[in-house]
């Protein structure tokens, strides 16, 4: 079976700090895909990134960065210098070409930046 | 959410009413999905398609049906609203297995009385 364990129900910080956000996952196939997205206030799903399991490169895009690390299992999503626009709820996600087409997502962290 | 469109975006049912809610997209996406959302357990799979004329069982499918008898629309459907069927409904499509995101519409909020 997949799954996908967020820990942090709920994380608050002050603007400009900079907050990671943990995503583990379990599966047994050699070949996933891990997904993250999220959702603002207003309520729509929007999606973040995507890395294949056989890439283990950390991304960068501004502010935030992946890290995924097969060993631990792992793909934390950190934002540097928060921002009160990243006040959302952040999803993570897995998928499998063995488990077809399905995602399971996590119960996602919601995290409030305050000014 | 361009591309995937939901309908209605809010309801309000009394027990034992039905509904359809649809799911529109104009991607030419093959995969669509149904899910519900409720506090604190993310996103939880009703029905999906991998296809005009094909559907399959989720993770929560009771209490639900589906049809996908265009490649465009996926309707999902409540024959006997219960009141535990109260919450937020997304509609996904995705244009290939494992490795392609999902995109999602803006989600219904349906509530059962």
């Known amino acids: 079976a997949q799954k996908v364990t967020q820990a942090q129900t709920e994380i608050s910080v002050v603007e400009k700090e900079d907050v990671t956000l943990d995503c583990v996952y379990e599966t047994r196939d050699t070949t996933y895909y891990l997904f993250w997205y999220k959702q603002p206030p207003s309520g729509e799903l929007v999606f973040l990134i995507r890395r294949n399991s056989f890439d283990e490169q950390n991304e960068i895009s501004g502010r935030y960065s992946w890290n995924f690390q097969k060993s631990t299992s792992s793909f934390n999503f950190t934002i540097t210098a928060s921002q009160v626009v990243d006040s959302a709820v952040y999803f993570c996600?897995?998928?499998?070409?063995?488990?077809?087409?399905?995602?399971?997502f996590g119960p996602g962290t919601r995290l409030s930046v305050l000014p | 959410n361009a591309g995937v469109t939901q309908t209605p975006k809010f309801r309000v049912l009394k027990t034992g009413q039905s509904m359809t809610l649809l799911c529109a997209q104009d991607m030419n996406h093959e995969y669509m999905y149904w899910y519900r959302q409720d506090p604190g357990m993310g996103l939880r799979l009703i029905h999906y398609s991998v296809g005009e004329g094909t559907t399959a069982k989720g993770e929560v499918p009771d209490g639900y049906n589906v049809s996908r008898l265009k490649k465009q629309n996926f309707l999902l459907g409540l024959e006997s609203a219960a009141p535990s069927q109260t919450s937020v409904y997304f509609c996904?499509?995705?244009?290939?297995?494992?490795?392609?995101?999902?995109?999602f519409g803006d989600g219904t909020r349906l509530s059962i009385l």
């Open positions: 996600a897995l998928s499998s070409d063995n488990y077809g087409q399905n995602f399971v």
């Open positions: 996904a499509t995705q244009g290939g297995i494992g490795n392609q995101p999902q995109h």
